[in-house]
């Protein structure tokens, strides 16, 4: 019999099952199911090669088959079938034909290149893996840098970043969309990629110039792969979480949205929610998340000295400037949240519907900061307990809820799920910090946030631009100098934030003091 047909192939064979499928969904237009049978065929590539080298008697020919199957059955189901689903989808003039062709050619040249190598590894004449996706080698240097404490270097990659991807967007939106939503999509996709590469290719320059000052140390490798995997792998699983049940979310939530009787577009509804009001709201925070990213180094070494003291010191002002600028942002998006939509998105549903997800920013703020802390304090497997908690109690709510009370549902769901993952997150780095909250600053620091909304709505109403600078410079005016008033913000805040952006020094010291 030709062909190999024990355990090890199973699942690989499942995928090419899956692929077919989903091309003849795609031809038949039922693109969910598509998509869908994509994604089975993901998961069984995902463990099919675990599967496989779980045998231990495994032969020659096994081997050697196995990676060969493996690369066409992949063809099938990440080659194909997305280029006959987008093909569906009305990719059908000459230019997009030529895309999908030069897609289907990069995977099989893909394919083959790594059963090159694949072949020469099981053979013993080469062992090395050359190839990472784009996203997760910047994601690796991202984090290199984020750990050696070059903020300034994040900073200026950023920013070109967000430039990069605007301009090819914009480019391709104007000169090559020509108002065709798919051509649209597939012009916001290009512009990340391309931004995602340029991304890669500066920080790797950056890399190499750093290396070529450093001395030419010959250490002792030191066995970190599983320490390394007890971090990743409940992240990795968490964001895998986080996906899947943001996938079905999306599903449900225009469904379920449909059954409320007073809900005439319950898709434009949630699409202002999801694509407007959500973007302006955490837009204000990526400045907090970069403060993240370098608290989860900094408290892991303090951890792994055990300076409890410190752990206890980093996390008290981490959370109060996270609580002080989540009460700024908020307050700024509450007061000027009618213009601001005006202005970005010329809907007025927007604005309404930011003021009440404003009044949720300090809340998400700080807990941005406080999950940082916890992963930071090696507390990953708590954040995938609370991550999955959440999210099944997230699905339940909106199946529940948003029938009998529309967009109303959904905030409240939204308010219950985050407000319950914020408190199991911030009692865990209680216990494992032995950090306090101080009540006094937090009342203080409301009370001057409502009083700063209070003194911004007697600002006169201007449309436009003017409008939301006269708004958010007003409150920020009034909010700044009630802080300083009563105590809650002092000079030692503004240097522990000057100190924490540091690069680190010739010993290795974070510049956090």
Same mark, same amino acid.
């Given at each position: 019999?030709?062909?190999?047909?024990?355990?090890?192939?199973?699942?690989?064979?499942?995928?090419?099952?899956?692929?077919?499928?989903?091309?003849?969904?795609?031809?038949?237009?039922?693109?969910?199911?598509?998509?869908?049978?994509?994604?089975?065929?993901?998961?069984?590539?995902?463990?099919?090669?675990?599967?496989?080298?779980?045998?231990?008697?495994?032969?020659? /020919?096994?081997?050697?088959?196995?990676?060969?199957?493996?690369?066409?059955?992949?063809?099938?189901?990440?080659?194909?079938?997305?280029?006959?689903?987008?093909?569906?989808?009305?990719?059908?003039?000459?230019?997009?034909?030529?895309?999908?062709?030069?897609?289907?050619?990069?995977?099989?040249?893909?394919?083959?290149?790594?059963?090159?190598?694949?072949?020469?590894?099981?053979?013993?004449?080469?062992?090395?893996?050359?190839?990472?996706?784009?996203?997760?080698?910047?994601?690796?240097?991202?984090?290199?840098?984020?750990?050696?404490?070059?903020?300034?270097?994040?900073?200026?990659?950023?920013?070109?970043?967000?430039?990069?991807?605007?301009?090819?967007?914009?480019?391709?939106?104007?000169?090559?969309?020509?108002?065709?939503?798919?051509?649209?999509?597939?012009?916001?996709?290009?512009?990340?990629? &391309?931004?995602?590469?340029?991304?890669?290719?500066?920080? *790797?320059?950056?890399?190499?110039?750093?290396? %070529?000052?450093?001395?030419?140390?010959?250490?002792?490798?030191?066995?970190?792969?599983?320490?390394?995997?007890?971090?990743?792998?409940?992240?990795?699983?968490?964001?895998?979480?986080?996906?899947?049940?943001?996938?079905?979310?999306?599903?449900?939530?225009?469904?379920? !949205?449909? *059954? =409320?009787?007073?809900? $005439?577009?319950?898709?434009?509804?949630?699409?202002?929610?999801?694509?407007?009001?959500?973007?302006?709201?955490?837009?204000?925070?990526?400045? !907090?998340?970069?403060?993240?990213?370098?608290?989860?180094?900094?408290?892991? +070494?303090?951890?792994? /000295?055990?300076?409890?003291? +410190?752990?206890?010191?980093? $996390?008290?002002?981490?959370?109060?400037?996270?609580?002080?600028?989540?009460?700024?942002?908020?307050? @700024?998006?509450?007061?000027?949240?009618?213009?601001?939509?005006?202005?970005? =998105?010329? %809907?007025?549903?927007?604005?309404?519907?930011?003021?009440?997800?404003?009044? !949720?920013?300090?809340?998400?703020? @700080?807990?941005?900061?406080?999950?940082?802390?916890?992963?930071?304090?090696?507390?990953?497997?708590?954040?995938?307990?609370?991550? $999955?908690?959440?999210?099944?109690?997230?699905?339940?709510?909106?199946? !529940?809820?948003?029938?009998?009370? #529309?967009?109303?549902?959904?905030?409240?769901?939204?308010?219950?799920?985050?407000?319950?993952?914020?408190?199991?997150?911030?009692?865990?780095?209680?216990?494992?910090?032995?950090?306090?909250?101080?009540?006094? @600053?937090?009342?203080?620091?409301?009370?001057?946030?409502?009083?700063?909304?209070?003194?911004?709505?007697?600002?006169?109403?201007?449309? #436009?631009?003017?409008?939301?600078? *006269?708004?958010?410079?007003?409150?920020?005016?009034?909010?700044?100098?009630?802080?300083?008033?009563?105590? @809650?913000?002092?000079?030692?805040?503004?240097?522990?934030? +000057?100190?924490?952006?540091?690069? &680190?020094?010739?010993?290795?010291?974070?510049?956090?003091?």
């Amino acid at each position: 019999m030709i062909g190999f047909y024990d355990y090890t192939v199973i699942l690989t064979y499942m995928g090419a099952l899956a692929g077919l499928l989903g091309i003849g969904m795609s031809i038949q237009g039922l693109y969910i199911n598509a998509i869908l049978c994509m994604a089975v065929a993901l998961v069984c590539d995902t463990f099919d090669g675990i599967v496989a080298r779980a045998k231990k008697n495994r032969t020659k /020919g096994e081997m050697l088959f196995g990676i060969q199957i493996d690369s066409l059955c992949d063809l099938i189901s990440f080659g194909i079938c997305p280029a006959t689903l987008f093909y569906k989808l009305g990719m059908e003039k000459p230019l997009d034909l030529m895309l999908l062709g030069a897609y289907c050619l990069c995977c099989v040249i893909r394919l083959g290149y790594f059963n090159t190598l694949a072949v020469q590894a099981e053979l013993g004449t080469k062992g090395d893996y050359r190839g990472l996706p784009v996203v997760c080698l910047g994601g690796v240097m991202t984090g290199y840098f984020t750990a050696a404490g070059r903020i300034r270097e994040l900073v200026a990659v950023e920013i070109l970043e967000q430039g990069v991807s605007m301009a090819v967007t914009v480019v391709l939106l104007t000169r090559w969309a020509d108002g065709d939503p798919g051509r649209a999509c597939c012009a916001v996709v290009g512009g990340s990629s &391309v931004a995602s590469l340029v991304t890669l290719l500066s920080l *790797l320059i950056l890399r190499g110039r750093e290396e %070529n000052r450093l001395p030419d140390r010959r250490e002792e490798p030191v066995p970190v792969a599983g320490r390394l995997l007890r971090v990743a792998l409940p992240l990795a699983l968490a964001d895998d979480l986080r996906m899947g049940i943001s996938t079905v979310e999306n599903l449900i939530v225009p469904r379920r !949205l449909g *059954l =409320f009787p007073h809900s $005439t577009e319950p898709l434009a509804e949630y699409g202002v929610v999801c694509g407007m009001v959500f973007p302006t709201l955490m837009f204000p925070a990526s400045i !907090l998340y970069s403060l993240a990213e370098l608290l989860v180094p900094e408290m892991s +070494r303090c951890a792994a /000295g055990e300076r409890r003291k +410190r752990i206890a010191y980093l $996390t008290g002002r981490s959370l109060r400037v996270a609580l002080l600028y989540g009460l700024a942002a908020g307050g @700024v998006l509450f007061t000027a949240a009618e213009p601001l939509g005006m202005v970005l =998105f010329d %809907n007025p549903l927007v604005g309404r519907q930011l003021r009440y997800f404003a009044l !949720l920013a300090p809340m998400l703020y @700080v807990d941005a900061v406080t999950d940082a802390n916890v992963k930071g304090m090696g507390q990953q497997v708590a954040c995938v307990r609370y991550n $999955t908690v959440t999210s099944f109690l997230d699905v339940v709510f909106l199946w !529940l809820l948003l029938p009998r009370f #529309g967009l109303w549902g959904y905030y409240l769901s939204f308010l219950v799920t985050h407000a319950l993952n914020f408190g199991l997150s911030f009692f865990r780095l209680q216990k494992v910090t032995g950090f306090r909250p101080q009540g006094s @600053v937090v009342f203080r620091a409301l009370g001057a946030m409502a009083l700063s909304v209070w003194v911004a709505s007697l600002l006169p109403q201007v449309g #436009g631009w003017g409008g939301v600078l *006269l708004l958010g410079a007003g409150f920020c005016s009034v909010f700044f100098l009630l802080l300083v008033i009563l105590g @809650v913000v002092g000079r030692e805040d503004l240097h522990w934030i +000057r100190g924490l952006v540091r690069p &680190v020094d010739k010993r290795g010291q974070a510049g956090v003091s």
